[in-house]
Structure formats: C-alpha cells, structure tokens
C-alpha cells in the first residue's frame, strides 16, 4: 500500500481568504456543489485551484477511485478485521448479493413493523430502545430530528448505563404497552445487556406476565439473541460487515422505521443511495465528500489545526455534533497506517460543536478571537418546522450566514481587545428541507467524507479497537482480577469501597 507523500500539500502557499476571492472571479462556483437537497459552499475555506490539484494527485496515488471501487464491491477493505464494508449495500449501493441479503433483511423488519401496527404483540404504545455507539446515536439522530411530530409511538433511546437515564426514560412508560428494542452487534456489550436485564425487571415488576414477549433484538448475532430469550420470529439480523457507526441503515434503524413509519425509513434509505451515486460517480473535483475531504486536509496537514467545529443552526440537527464525533474520531482516530506502521502526521482532528445561536454566546468567542485556528462547519435549513412568527427563522439564518462572513472578513479596531484578525475558515450546508431523503443523504455525506480522508491518510477507517481496553479493564477490575497503580487502586477504595 502506498504512503501519503505530504511534502507537496505542505507547500501550498497560505494566501488570505480575501486575496483568494480576489484573484479568482469563478471561485464560487468552482468551490460549490448542489446534491440531493443539500447546498455545499467550500469557498470561505483556504483551498484553491491548485490545492484542489494538489490533493488529486494525492488521491491518485493513493488510489481513492480503486479503493472507492472496493468499497462498493464488496472487497475486504477492513484489513485488520479482515471483513467488507457494506453499509452501502443497506441501501441498495453494493455487492448485488450483498444488496440482496439487505432487501431481504429489510423485508423482515418490515413484516415485524406490520405485525406490530397490527396489535400482533399488544397494544404497544411505547419503544424502549437500548444500545450503546452506534447502536444508539444513529437511531437517536433520526427519531430526534424527524419524529417531533409524530404522534404513532413514544420513542426513548437510552444508551448510558447510568441507572438515572433508564429511569428517566420509561417514567412515562406504562410496561404492558412498552416494546423494549435491545440492538447490539454481538448482543454481549455490556453497558447494553445490563440496560435490557434493567428493563425487562421493570416490565415484570409492572405486571407485564412475559416480558421477552415483547422484546425485539437488532443484532448481527441472532444466536445469541434466541439463547438470551428472544423468540427468532422477533430478531431482526444484520450482516456482520455492516459496522456499528455505520449501521443506522440496518435493522438498527428498527425505532425509527417504526416510529417514523416504513415510508420515511424508505425515503431515508433513498436520500444516501442518491449519495452513494454521487460518491461513485462523480468526478473528484466535482464530488462533495471528496472536496470537503480535500479541505479538511488541508487544515490538519497545511495549518496544524486539531479540531473542527460543526454548528447546526437548527434545533432538529441538535444531535448531529454528538454523531459525528463517533463517526469520524472512532473511524480516523488512528496512530498506525493500514500496513500496520506508525504514523507521522495528524490523522482525525478532534470533532466538537453545538447548536445555533446558543453555541455564539458560549464558544463563539475563542473562534473569532482566539489563538486557536479552528475551521468551522455550518449546517442550516431553509425552509423551517415552526409555526411561530417568520422572524424567528430569519434570525437563525442571518446569525448563521454573518457568523461565517465575520470569521473570513474579520475588523480592524485600535484597541486589540476589540479587533477581529479574520481570515479564519467554515463551510456551509445549507439544505432546501430536512426530511428522511436529504437527512438520508446528509449522513451518507459524512460517511463517504470520512472514508476519503481515511483513504489519504493511508488508514482503516473501519475497526474501532482502542474503545476496547478500558472496558476490558472495568470487567477485569469487577472481577477483582487486575491490579491498578496507586491512584486507580485508591479511587476504587474510595468509590466502591474495593
């Protein structure tokens, strides 16, 4: 595998944002792109003309096109796991057996959904849905940015096995008519089983006669779901290649199909197949998660910038920040290449954000004006979900579009204090609606976008194992088979008593 050779990045000139509008009259409509929905503007971010060119040529050498290729047919490009990747094939975009094993695995969440509607397993009033990862966020993102209005179920998500979060979730709950939906890949994570053996005691201690009958498992170990005590006819699999971060597409997206209703997964699905087309279709300087990949680069490896700032300005995308950490800090968050050797450049800046004009009065300041340069990323809709007076929307957009203008022009003042350097980079998404389809294909967006940067960084995007050796620690130390150093031994002492 090759080695990304940074030496002609690291080269491009850092020329002021101002200048580089200056110089280019088209820079606009070479650094924007309209797909599914979704407005893209990269042109307040520092690439040019010939950083675009530069990051082609590294794309070609490291063969991004090939390994695109692979990723849609199904290749093994897991090397570590020694697996494919297909959360692609969940919507139709792959391997044709693969894709077929999807439809196939969808077809039966979907009869399960009909049952379900029908009373087949009672009046089910209420979800439960417990997980953990991408068990969780997925389905959190969808149910909380699209289901605020709907009316067919009350949905809760609870994924911290902090007792106060379960607690908190079913308060409202009448067990007889709740459905407790248990999704784990391996249907043996911890965090996630103790939370469904915590709901199933509820469901008894509230009358319900056999609470496994009104359980539902989303899994890619259906045995291990049937030992545990789930009936088959009520486990819904999914392939082991499809990973967790990118498995909402997948019966782990159970809640929100049935919360949202089968048509809204369907156009879900739909909006990140058109994604998946525009990936593998488009040429590369015309391809959003490539382009925005190009210009993420740049940040980390021309500037040395450590972090990026997403900002939805709009309440439905609140969750989106929180989702994108997993997505790209456990995908790219990695020290050592796919050949296994270490690496000597910065791999994932670390992801963060909030949520519209909340997040100006309370981060807003370090971005204008401190020492940190941080590229940042806003996401606004146009057409808004409230029904309140029209300037309530307005305002969001105004604050959005002037915070991004104040960072690239910035404002000279002859108190320092109360100057403004300017100069400092965002992009902006800015979508038509937000509904299943450009949700769908918004997160598609992201996902190609991760894998691209993956690709050039010369890492797997797709094994996560550094998540593993603290919880391998807390079972060891629950069992009383591991000693720590002084200070963890002391803290155990301290708050278990141990």
């Not at 797909?35 to 490291?62: C, N, P, Q, Y």
């Amino acid at each position: 595998m090759p080695t990304p050779d940074w030496s002609a990045v690291r080269k491009l000139p850092q020329t002021p944002l101002a200048d580089l509008f200056a110089g280019d009259p088209d820079r606009l409509a070479f650094l924007t792109a309209d797909v599914v929905g979704i407005h893209f503007d990269w042109s307040k971010t520092h690439l040019s003309r010939d950083a675009v060119e530069t990051f082609v040529a590294l794309a070609d050498t490291m063969d991004l096109t090939g390994k695109r290729d692979a990723l849609f047919g199904g290749e093994a490009i897991n090397v570590t796991e020694g697996r494919a990747v297909e959360h692609s094939a969940q919507r139709g975009e792959g391997a044709p057996e693969s894709v077929a094993q999807a439809r196939g695995f969808h077809a039966r969440m979907r009869a399960l959904i009909d049952a379900i509607e029908a009373e087949a397993l009672g009046p089910v009033r209420h979800i439960l849905h417990v997980g953990i990862g991408g068990s969780a966020l997925g389905p959190d993102l969808l149910v909380d940015a699209l289901g605020r209005d709907a009316d067919r179920y009350d949905v809760a998500i609870v994924s911290n096995v902090d007792g106060l979060a379960l607690e908190e979730a079913v308060r409202d709950f009448d067990p007889k008519a709740t459905l407790l939906a248990i999704a784990s890949k391996t249907f043996t994570t911890t965090e996630t089983m103790l939370n469904a053996e915590s709901a199933i005691a509820w469901m008894a201690e509230g009358g319900v006669a056999d609470p496994y009958g009104q359980c539902v498992a989303l899994t890619a170990s259906p045995d291990k779901a049937v030992a545990w005590g789930i009936d088959e006819t009520r486990v819904l699999p999914f392939s082991e290649s499809v990973g967790g971060r990118y498995s909402l597409w997948s019966s782990i997206g159970f809640p929100a199909a049935l919360g949202l209703g089968w048509d809204a997964f369907e156009e879900l699905l739909e909006g990140a197949a058109e994604m998946d087309r525009h990936f593998r279709l488009t040429p590369l300087r015309q391809n959003a998660p490539v382009m925005a990949a190009f210009a993420d680069l740049y940040y980390t490896q021309v500037r040395g910038c450590e972090t990026r700032g997403v900002f939805a300005y709009d309440e439905r995308l609140r969750l989106l920040p929180s989702y994108l950490q997993q997505l790209e800090m456990e995908s790219n968050g990695k020290r050592v290449t796919v050949e296994g050797e270490p690496v000597s450049w910065p791999t994932a800046p670390i992801t963060w954000g909030g949520v519209g004009t909340d997040a100006q009065h309370a981060v807003f300041q370090l971005l204008h004006q401190g020492t940190h340069l941080v590229p940042v990323e806003f996401l606004g809709v146009v057409e808004p979900e409230d029904i309140l007076n029209e300037a309530h929307h307005r305002q969001l957009l105004l604050n959005m579009l002037a915070q991004g203008a104040a960072l690239m022009k910035g404002k000279g003042h002859d108190d320092p204090a109360r100057a403004y350097p300017g100069d400092r980079p965002s992009s902006t998404l800015l979508l038509d609606t937000l509904d299943p389809r450009t949700l769908g294909a918004l997160i598609a967006f992201y996902e190609h976008r991760t894998f691209v940067n993956a690709v050039l960084l010369g890492i797997n995007a797709f094994d996560q194992f550094g998540v593993e050796l603290g919880k391998e620690m807390a079972r060891a130390a629950d069992a009383g088979d591991l000693d720590f150093d002084a200070s963890t031994n002391d803290l155990l002492a301290r708050a278990l008593g141990a």
